[in-house]
């Protein structure tokens, strides 16, 4: 329901919950995790800790069956800066194995914080340029800066 009205909606969703034991201050426990969503109903969650090689991830096939992913690796092709910190921008992504094996993604929005995270959404192109999907990106400032404010970036999401 929006605005009062009733609309019937068809789709996938996700729930998304962090768990473990970490501090979110503590850069070396920030990651770089991504999304992917291919038009032919895969789909790839992959999490990357640039900081120390550290990454992992799951395949899912069209069937719903779900392996582990964590021969892959993720380039950052540029960076922006939002709210004082520094993040990664565009992507090339290798997977040996899988599908055409390389991929680049390119963010469609500029993104925005959602408390400690920084979130974008991007489009995920072949090696033939070719658009298959698109990807939920999710960023921590650890990941490329070493000092963290908690309370720096609290107060600039309720201005």
């Known amino acids: ?37 291919f038009f032919d109903d895969e789909e790839l969650m992959l999490f990357t800790f640039p900081q120390d090689d550290y990454l ?3 395949q899912i096939a069209k069937d719903g069956s779900a392996k582990r992913l964590n021969n892959y690796t993720v380039m950052p092709q540029g960076f922006i800066e939002a709210g004082g910190y520094k993040f990664s921008s565009g ?29 974008l959404l991007a489009e995920i192109r072949n090696k033939h340029g070719e658009l298959v999907g ?3 990106i999710e960023l921590l400032p650890g990941v490329y800066n070493k000092k963290l404010n908690s309370m720096k970036i609290f107060h600039r999401t309720i201005e």
Do not use: C
């Open 56 to 58: 992992d991830g799951t």
């Open 134 to 136: 698109y990807a939920v």
């Open 1 to 37: 329901m929006l605005d009062g009205q009733t609309f019937e909606v068809t789709g996938k969703s996700w729930f998304d919950r962090q768990g473990g034991t970490y501090t979110i201050e503590n850069p070396l426990v920030n990651w770089e995790w991504f999304s992917l969503r």
């Open 91 to 119: 992507w090339t992504l290798h997977i040996p194995g899988y599908k055409d094996e390389d991929f680049n993604l390119k963010p469609v929005t500029d993104g925005q914080f959602n408390l400690f995270f920084f979130e």
